[in-house]
């Protein structure tokens, strides 16, 4: 089968000798086949996974350790220690982030894109180690900010680390950030399938598989790891979930639309206020921090402590009913000013908790007004909590596809996915209407960098090779055929070159001069495929991508296009002119 | 220059010993003995962590408790909220945090937790008894009777039987609030297998039975508390009601005499005894009776039954008895000038008839007329107990 990629030509080209199953699968082979570079790196992105999975579990008991001993052991927290410990963990924070790791402002998903794009995969050890003690104390003193990010960032730079004492080649030096990204990520969420989701989503941004694998290693191992330490039940105990009525959805398309205006007030708010606390003055970013960090204290002293840190308990306590709608709205609009001081004073730590927190708090609160006006309405606080996590999600981080499947794996229950897509659906069409640009491209371009845009290149057109081919309007000979019959029909062919289609199937080329010249030498009587001097050449699709046709419209002038039906049926030809046509017609608009 | 070559060889050995660490095979191995050291680093965190979070939950929960115990039912709410920090699914904390917010008449959160607690546990009793008993108490009895019914046929963690006791006891109070006799009566006969002989679980058995219209049930567990402690007040009086209402006058009128001996100020029972002996007094039928003593009580009895239509002042067509025959009034007064001693000494049958009217007379009257007390009541019910006679 000629497929028209790497490997198919390593066997149209390189005749492997016969070889016996024995020598094929000797020992020694085998244990050079596991140590080549790409099976090499399936097995690092397995300990990728294991030391990422075990960072994110200590990362968490940081956490866990800094809140014990900053805010107290209680439920109920005395005032002066929630007006004190944001306040001062911002100082130290500061002065940590300012002189000793500077890459660990914010959430860490756009340094990780930048160590794909820019750095060739190079994230520093020490980033690691920052990201590790400045998140977990900001995220233990009650700083509105999640461990998720960060815990993305950490699994990426122990990945980097592994990848640059292992001696990667760049390609794969590139490629394993991503793979200790997905991991940190898989960890930190116990949810392996939205971490490699969103790694694919909005960090490499396109389904290879090259990756895929050592991705979705990474992500399985670290869960497992953290799922050793930290238990295997969700991160939420979701109440069932039943949808009864199909007319119900209407109610969940009124969360989505809810959820996206309010995904453009959070996204607005940052993309305001974070270039404006960046261009202060160097010495008030030391100060940053901890006025943020007295705000937060503020709000909880006045009533809602419940904005403090990543907030995951009381999603869950709103997911059970257990605070008014009239609460819950209030603390949606809370914890939206509480993130946006967190992370716009540089404070290190992540969206994705307090996005979720959001999303709930919102659903809840919108499924508890609808419940009021419609009491017959079956979904209960839970669902609709967790639907407005899926809500936030697609409408703020704006990645679809990963909102859709972070909802199920949290909540463990398919029967949700139906208001789960219809409300998504809803709030990234708001999200994307009034907030064109998706929040990580924002702040990557705040801070000078110009990283590709995932939303951008999921919805670039793709060229094809149908877009660029020609009619096969010159002749095809048959290899069968004798190079005197061949001689009569090529003088009715225009191009100099010309297709041979081989028997069984394949496909090769060949020069009129070089057919006369066999002819000259007295070669009239034998079949044209005896008479070619390349064997085979590569074949295309019409659905490939133009850029699969560059790679072979170099070598051969002309590349034929067949059909996926019948491979000796020819569609089309291109050649490097039509391709480069075709791409000047597409760059001009 | 010996010692040229010997730091030559070292450089050697020490170069080729970083090709060799630098194989992948070998980094692998290492690799992997630094994944099982940090494994070993993390356990040990880990023990620590999750032992420092036992602890503290513990001492949270200990605190609540004891703020239960002492009925401080906010500061048991924070205390166990702050245990359930540690420990967000024992299901005794938030058992335990569900009663105090249940204390602090937060109702509706407490219902929430119970609700979430059900859902993971539905088979647990105490929950599915402090569940029936919000129900009973918001006016949902179907629900209520639901979640009793499975707290009845719940595990419990202790001691499962009086646990199951009390929760059909609560059942059966509800269904007699309900008016739901029948259903009561049989979870009461369920109720009778699992009771012991334990006097005062006997006395509470029988006061739902009589509760419920099963007096004789009723009696036989007064009974056996009586047989436990035959001065106890409760049963005494109980088993003197129970029998009282079986028409069981002589037992009654024993038992109620204890009661008010062991009891003098329980004024129900002694009410209740001077009906037995009025009853037991103006009886004309009891066998010990000589003919002269018989027609004194019936002379007495006609002499009450008059003086009731007279008081009762309701129209004579109003109890007109059967049909066109003349009304009761009219009757009793044909019949008063033959209620003499000498003609109910000569005429037996003459005393049956003065009966057979006086019964008429108490049971009419007891329909137009107020509830009657004192020797009518008596008169009535001596009626109802030779009714059919």
């Known amino acids: ?589 | 220059m010996a010692e040229i070559q010997d730091a030559n060889q070292a450089s050697q050995k020490l170069f080729n010993l970083h090709l060799y660490l630098r194989q992948r095979p070998v980094m692998l191995g290492l690799l992997s003995a630094l994944a099982v050291m940090f494994f070993l680093i993390v356990t040990g965190l880990s023990n620590i962590f999750y032992a420092q979070r036992q602890a503290l939950g513990d001492r949270w929960f200990h605190r609540g408790v004891s703020d239960l115990e002492a009925k401080r039912y906010q500061a048991a709410v924070t205390n166990f909220r702050s245990a359930l920090l540690y420990s967000r699914d024992d299901s005794n904390y938030q058992l335990n945090l569900a009663e105090a917010l249940l204390g602090a008449n937060q109702t509706a959160q407490a219902y929430a937790y119970l609700l979430n607690l059900w859902d993971r546990e539905p088979e647990n009793g105490q929950v599915n008894l402090e569940l029936a008993r919000i129900e009973a108490a918001k006016g949902q009895p179907q629900r209520a009777i639901r979640y009793y019914h499975d707290a009845v046929y719940a595990v419990w963690p202790n001691q499962q039987e009086p646990e199951r006791v009390t929760a059909r006891l609560e059942l059966v109070d509800l269904l007699l609030r309900l008016n739901a006799k029948a259903q009561a009566q049989a979870e009461l006969i369920a109720l009778q297998q699992s009771v012991g002989e334990d006097p005062a679980e006997q006395v509470r058995l029988g006061e739902l039975f009589v509760r419920s219209g099963d007096y004789e049930r009723g009696l036989a567990a007064y009974r056996v508390a009586v047989k436990a402690d035959q001065h106890n007040p409760r049963a005494l009086a109980g088993a003197g009601e129970a029998a009282f209402m079986l028409a069981q006058y002589p037992l009654a009128e024993q038992y109620l005499e204890g009661a008010a001996e062991a009891n003098p100020n329980d004024k129900t029972s002694d009410e209740r005894l001077k009906t037995t002996e009025m009853v037991l007094k103006m009886d004309p039928y009891r066998s010990i009776l000589s003919v002269d003593e018989r027609s004194h009580v019936v002379m007495r009895a006609f002499a009450i039954a008059g003086q009731r239509l007279t008081k009762c002042g309701v129209p004579n067509d109003a109890m007109s008895g059967e049909g066109t025959k003349p009304s009761l009034g009219d009757r009793w007064t044909a019949m008063k000038p033959q209620i003499t001693l000498a003609q109910l000494s000569r005429q037996p049958e003459l005393a049956d008839k003065a009966m057979d009217l006086i019964f008429r007379i108490e049971k009419q009257t007891n329909t137009f007329c107020e509830t009657p007390t004192g020797p009518d009541m008596a008169l009535l019910l001596i009626a109802k107990l030779h009714e059919g006679n």
Not at chain 1, 39 to 67: E, K, Q
Not at chain 1, 209 to 228: E, F, K, N, Q
Not at chain 1, 533 to 538: D, E, M, S
Not at chain 1, 566 to 573: H, M, N, Q, T
Request: aromatic residues 10%; hydrophobic residues 50%.
């Open chain 1, 1 to 589: 089968m000629a497929e028209a990629n790497p490997e198919t030509e390593v066997l149209l080209n390189h005749q492997t000798p016969a070889m016996g199953w024995i020598g094929e699968h000797s020992p020694r082979r085998l244990w050079r086949a596991v140590f080549r570079e790409e099976r090499f790196f399936l097995v690092l992105s397995v300990f990728i996974g294991i030391f990422s999975g075990l960072a994110v579990v200590c990362f968490r008991f940081a956490i866990d350790w800094a809140r014990l001993y900053l805010l107290g052991t209680g439920a109920v927290l005395t005032p002066q220690r929630l007006l004190l410990a944001p306040t001062l963990a911002g100082l130290v924070i500061a002065v940590l982030v300012i002189h000793l790791f500077p890459a660990t402002r914010g959430s860490g998903v756009n340094q990780t894109k930048a160590a794909v794009y820019i750095y060739n995969g190079y994230i520093p050890f020490r980033t690691a180690i920052g990201k590790f003690i400045t998140a977990a104390l900001a995220i233990g003193s009650g700083h509105s900010l999640g461990p998720e990010d960060p815990s993305l960032q950490i699994g990426a730079s122990l990945a980097s680390v592994l990848g640059r004492k292992m001696r990667l080649s760049r390609d794969r030096m590139r490629l394993i950030a991503p793979v200790g990204a997905a991991a940190g990520l898989a960890a930190a969420f116990n949810a392996p399938i939205s971490a490699v989701l969103f790694v694919i989503e909005e960090v490499i941004g396109r389904w290879t598989a090259g990756i895929l694998g050592s991705v979705v290693a990474s992500a399985v191992s670290s869960v497992v790891v953290m799922r050793w330490f930290l238990g295997s039940e969700s991160m939420f105990r979701i109440p069932a979930v039943e949808l009864r009525r199909p007319s119900e959805l209407l109610a969940y398309a009124v969360l989505g639309i809810v959820g996206g205006f309010a995904s453009v007030v959070f996204a607005s708010g940052i993309s305001t206020f974070r270039p404006i606390c960046k261009a202060l003055p160097r010495w008030t970013q030391y100060f940053q921090p901890a006025i943020a960090g007295l705000f937060i204290g503020i709000i909880a002293v006045m009533g809602a402590p419940q904005v403090m840190g990543a907030g995951y308990e009381f999603i869950d306590q709103a997911m059970h009913g257990q605070f008014t709608w009239q609460f819950l709205a209030i603390l949606a609009g809370l914890k939206i000013l509480a993130t946006l001081l967190s992370f716009v004073s540089g404070t290190p730590g992540g969206m994705f908790a307090p996005t979720l927190f959001i999303g709930a708090m919102l659903g809840a609160s919108v499924g508890g007004v609808q419940h009021f006006f419609f009491p017959h309405l079956t979904g209960s606080a839970g669902t609709y909590a967790l639907v407005g996590m899926g809500v936030l999600f697609a409408g703020f981080l704006r990645v679809p596809m990963t909102s859709v499947f972070m909802v199920l794996e949290v909540s463990g229950n398919y029967s949700i996915v139906v208001p789960v897509i219809v409300a998504n659906t809803f709030a990234y069409v708001i999200a994307r209407g009034l907030q064109p640009v998706p929040i990580f491209d924002v702040l990557t371009r705040q801070d000078g960098l110009d990283l590709p845009s995932m939303e951008e290149l999921r919805e670039e057109d793709i060229l094809r090779v149908e877009d660029a081919m020609q009619p096969p309007d010159g002749i095809v000979l048959e290899a069968q055929q004798s190079l005197e019959k061949a001689l009569e029909e090529v003088d009715r062919s225009r191009g100099e070159d010309l297709l041979v289609r081989l028997t069984p199937s394949g496909w090769s080329t060949v020069t009129k001069e070089h057919l006369r010249s066999m002819a000259a030498a007295g070669k009239r009587a034998a079949r044209v495929g005896d008479l070619l001097l390349v064997p085979h050449i590569a074949f295309l699709h019409p659905d490939h991508p133009l850029e699969t046709a560059l790679r072979y419209v170099d070598r051969w002038p002309i590349v034929p296009v067949v059909s996926r039906v019948d491979y000796r049926k020819l569609e089309g030809i291109v050649s490097k002119r039509d391709v480069l046509d075709r791409y000047r017609e597409f760059g001009e608009g």
